[in-house]
């Protein structure tokens, strides 16, 4: 008896008539969806750094957390918020305020995201009309100037995020691929529970450490995160960005019209 | 909106034969279906990296997830030909052989489970199945005759005429 061709008949007769019971692209295109929308409507590197940490919760990345008085361990328990929160189209309120040096004004960010469409901008309300705006429409992202014209960038973007070509320090940070953001996801810390829907968390990406709050809704998604960001190796020194940001309006439908007055990038 | 253009009809024509594929890497359906969404799931994140064959970088990436998958396991199901499995003397004898065969093939460690598919389903050449797993031809060989060496003897326990020798095979 010939095993090898004993074995390609048996192959042949094991997938025979073959088929799937349930959608596996459909699956797919979810769960891709739930998992790199978080990160998308990241904003400033401690909003990445922020995402970051949440989608490595996701994930099961990280050290054990301690024992905890609820009945649901706290790292679970906010995975879930973020899971049914992260494919929501929703409305953002950003405020950043750096720290050094001290007793700047804060920045205001607002801005919309759909993760399903690749939709959504973000907007200085505080800034000249266009100035550092940024539309994606459909995957393609336009940075605002500050005479009010636009730059098309080039390449397909998942993401809101921008910070410029002079920003290769942030290289690691910046990076709008999951491969990427799972490097940045290795320190991630711990998550804690503050109260009843609000945990606290501490992360550290690259040379970032991050530490703050996350708040739920009533429905379990997550409303507001407000958190502070130092270098890591300057951990007792003074927090360098504290940010605060609140997310609203989830399933909203967001619409985004192309800049008329646009300029090649470069 | 598509963001992933010819995705859909890719896996309606091939959807079927990568899904066999999985089902040979993993043994049963449900596992074979999670191997496929997986795949799919890595091929999304890098759809606009992958220029190329998106099917072949499809098949590849089950065949690394399938032994990443199985990489940590430490005890694997044992060879059972149990009586209901037993080969009655009716003429079906070389088809319970093969469906052991099968079943012998869903035990073996993921590595030398990857090769026999390569080999002998995908049939391709040691040189490409190297190249698809990432490893020496050297490689290729010996895992093969490993596998193969395992799977005779599931096969070992088979008499000629059919009845086997004994019952249960160690894997």
Aim: proline share 5%; charged share 25%.
């Amino acid at each position: 008896m010939n095993v090898e061709e004993e074995l390609v008949a048996g192959m042949r007769e094991r997938v025979a008539g073959i088929h799937t019971t349930r959608d596996v692209v459909r699956d797919a295109t979810r769960r891709h969806r739930r998992r790199s929308a978080l990160w998308r409507t990241g904003y400033s590197s401690g909003a990445l750094g922020l995402a970051a940490a949440l989608f490595a919760l996701t994930a099961g990345h990280g050290p054990t957390t301690p024992p905890d008085e609820v009945p649901d361990p706290p790292r679970i328990a906010l995975a879930a918020a973020v899971a049914s929160s992260e494919n929501l189209s929703c409305k953002l309120r950003i405020l950043i305020t750096s720290t050094d040096p001290p007793g700047q004004e804060p920045v205001r960010v607002v801005g919309a995201f759909d993760p399903a469409t690749d939709t959504g901008y973000l907007v200085y309300p505080d800034r000249a009309p266009g100035d550092a705006e940024l539309r994606l429409v459909d995957g393609v992202l336009y940075v605002g100037r500050a005479d009010g014209r636009f730059h098309q960038l080039s390449g397909r973007y998942e993401t809101l995020i921008w910070y410029g070509p002079a920003a290769k320090s942030l290289t690691s940070m910046r990076s709008t691929d999951a491969d990427s953001l799972f490097q940045v996801l290795r320190d991630v810390g711990t998550v804690t529970r503050v109260s009843a829907g609000r945990y606290h968390f501490t992360a550290t990406n690259g040379p970032m450490a991050q530490a703050g709050d996350v708040t739920l809704d009533g429905e379990g998604r997550i409303s507001r995160v407000t958190y502070e960001w130092r270098f890591a190796d300057e951990a007792r020194g003074r927090p360098v960005q504290r940010v605060d940001m609140t997310m609203y309006e989830y399933g909203t439908h967001v619409t985004v019209e192309r800049p008329v007055d646009v300029v090649p990038f470069g | 909106m598509t963001r992933f253009d010819g995705l859909g009809p890719l896996m309606a024509e091939r959807g079927r034969a990568l899904l066999a594929t999985a089902v040979l890497l993993t043994g049963n359906t449900a596992a074979a279906e999670d191997l496929l969404q997986a795949a799919l799931e890595r091929l999304m994140r890098h759809w606009h990296r992958v220029r190329g064959d998106r099917e072949a970088y499809l098949r590849r990436t089950l065949y690394h997830l399938a032994i990443d998958d199985w990489r940590g396991r430490r005890r694997r199901r044992e060879v059972s030909l149990d009586a209901d499995s037993l080969p009655a003397r009716d003429g079906t004898e070389a088809l319970h052989l093969r469906h052991a065969l099968v079943r012998a093939l869903a035990t073996l460690p993921p590595r030398q489970r990857a090769v026999l598919v390569l080999r002998y389903w995908e049939q391709l050449t040691e040189a490409e199945a190297a190249q698809v797993l990432g490893c020496s031809v050297g490689t290729i060989k010996s895992t093969t005759s490993r596998a193969l060496a395992r799977l005779r003897e599931v096969t070992a326990a088979w008499t000629s005429d059919g009845v086997p020798a004994r019952k249960g095979a160690r894997s």
